[in-house]
């Protein structure tokens, strides 16, 4: 991991046209090492050397995948002269009579990314930058991906969120305040001959002030905590302050319809209202936003999540100085999450909250392009039972789940809901009567006309008939704000 990185573009890309001709890809790398490779940490790696056959592919995982040493011959016959020569010239390697990786390497999708790789823990220096972590995945699987013509990634590490919005976006702006973020960023976007992206050092917007873009990411070093030792990690503002600068300056550099996409943090002083604070910074923003909170820890758990590289005293430590640091804040309570905002042209703004388990996420870029259309959709119309004369389709896989209890010898229904097959794989509570509404909607009727159709088909009477739409409404709203309806004509 030592070692000076060299921009050389040139030779990047020569190194990117040569680990696709020997075949480097995530499927190549599920094949041989198995469906768990990407969650290996070091300790696995001597597991995961002797499942590999001695192979040109094998080379390459073995090289870049598990940053081990090779043989030039071996290195060459995988890679070509040419590759291995590109190796050396962009510093990722040491060349001679073995190929020593400076960096690990991985297939991330189509994509080819390179960073500091496997983590040393207390060991990494300041400037460490790192790979494709699960976090980098959550914010991925979080970015609606509408074409932009400009798009920014503040604090872009290895570059990642900067290369994927390349795809969607005329030009991007990547910034960080690390010198070897950038040199990565650049070798990565040559790798995978990207051609516009460009970097800008500074410290999170400032390189980019008075500009605007139709898309920002951001998973900056986020995480509250007394420290300033890493760069990716630890900000040198107090408290949540990093967070809402991001967030509020996110706002402030969104065009007209533009979406931001970020990582952040806060804090609670009430565990009884956990998420007073992000709410505030989403109101001040002025954009339709999403909060979705994806971990909320008293303040010893926090500490202990982030300092689990460390052992024995060290460790205690470290979890005295966090605990003296929170409870001089007077904090209760962490929450880590993901906040989207949506700058409408039109004015107006609202925060909706939602949990999120991580684990279970996918891509949820287009759902969340669907949930903001729909809530924007619904503040125009006058009340929720105008929602009855609407038309509606359904916009992505459901599943609609049922309790059964014995009763008197048959099975009664006690509860039930409609599951996100896909994206954030939110859940609703309905009853059996409105899961039929739901299975039945059709973009080419009014909701109502579903509903009374549902009914009658049930036997309702009146009273009944009434129930049902009120819960209808109540549902179908908010299958809409989650994304998974929508409007006909959307």
């Not at 516009?196 to 980019?208: D, H, I, M, Y």
């Not at 819960?471 to 006909?488: I, Q, Y």
Request: hydrophobic share 40%; glycine share 8%; with cysteine.
């Amino acid at each position: 991991m030592s070692g000076n990185l060299v921009a050389d573009t040139v030779a990047a890309e020569t190194l990117g046209t040569a680990l696709r001709r020997g075949g480097y890809s995530e499927d190549a790398v599920y094949r041989l090492l198995g469906d768990d490779a990407y969650s290996s940490e070091r300790g696995d790696t001597p597991t995961d050397e002797r499942r590999l056959p001695q192979t040109p592919a094998a080379t390459l995982v073995r090289l870049f995948f598990l940053q081990l040493g090779v043989t030039t011959e071996e290195a060459e016959a995988a890679l070509g002269r040419s590759g291995v020569d590109a190796l050396e010239a962009t510093g990722l390697a040491e060349i001679g009579d073995q190929v020593i990786p400076r960096a690990r390497l991985l297939p991330i999708g189509k994509l080819l990314l390179a960073s500091d790789g496997f983590s040393r823990d207390v060991d990494d220096p300041a400037d460490y930058v790192a790979t494709y972590t699960p976090t980098a995945r959550v914010l991925d699987s979080l970015t609606p991906r509408p074409r932009v013509e400009r798009a920014l990634d503040v604090g872009t590490g290895s570059g990642i969120h900067a290369l994927l919005a390349a795809q969607h976006a005329g030009r991007v702006i990547a910034t960080d305040v690390n010198p070897r973020a950038l040199a990565y960023t650049t070798l990565n976007a040559a790798l995978n001959g990207i051609h516009n992206v460009k970097c800008r050092q500074g410290s999170l917007f400032e390189p980019v002030e008075g500009e605007t873009f139709g898309l920002i990411t951001c998973n900056a070093p986020y995480v509250i905590s007394p420290e300033t030792r890493w760069v990716y990690r630890d900000s040198e503002f107090s408290e949540d302050e990093v967070s809402e600068r991001v967030l509020l300056s996110a706002a402030e550099h969104l065009a007209d319809d533009g979406y931001a996409a970020m990582l952040v943090s806060w804090i609670a002083l009430d565990e009884k209202a956990p998420d007073e604070r992000v709410i505030g910074w989403t109101e001040a923003s002025g954009c339709n936003s999403w909060i979705l909170s994806t971990m909320n820890s008293d303040p010893l758990t926090h500490a202990a999540e982030w300092n689990s590289h460390l052992v024995g005293e060290a460790l205690g430590d470290a979890l005295d100085e966090w605990a003296r640091y929170f409870d001089e804040l007077g904090v209760e309570l962490v929450s880590e999450g993901a906040v989207i905002l949506h700058k409408r042209s039109g004015g107006g703004h609202s925060s909706r909250v939602d949990e999120l388990d991580e684990e279970d996420l996918d891509d949820a870029g287009d759902q969340i392009l669907r949930a903001f259309e729909a809530r924007a959709r619904l503040e125009e119309l006058p009340s929720d039972k105008a929602l009855l004369e609407e038309r509606i389709g359904v916009a992505s896989s459901l599943r609609l789940e049922r309790e059964l209890e014995p009763a008197g010898g048959r099975a009664v229904d006690v509860e039930g809901s409609v599951d996100l097959a896909d994206g954030t794989k939110h859940a609703v509570d309905a009853s059996a009567d409105v899961q039929e509404v739901i299975a039945s909607l059709d973009s080419r009727l009014r909701l109502s006309e579903v509903v009374d159709t549902t009914a009658d088909r049930l036997g309702f009477d009146d009273e009944e008939i009434e129930a049902l739409r009120e819960e209808a409404v109540e549902v179908t709203r908010e299958l809409l704000e989650l994304g998974a309806l929508r409007f006909r004509g959307d």
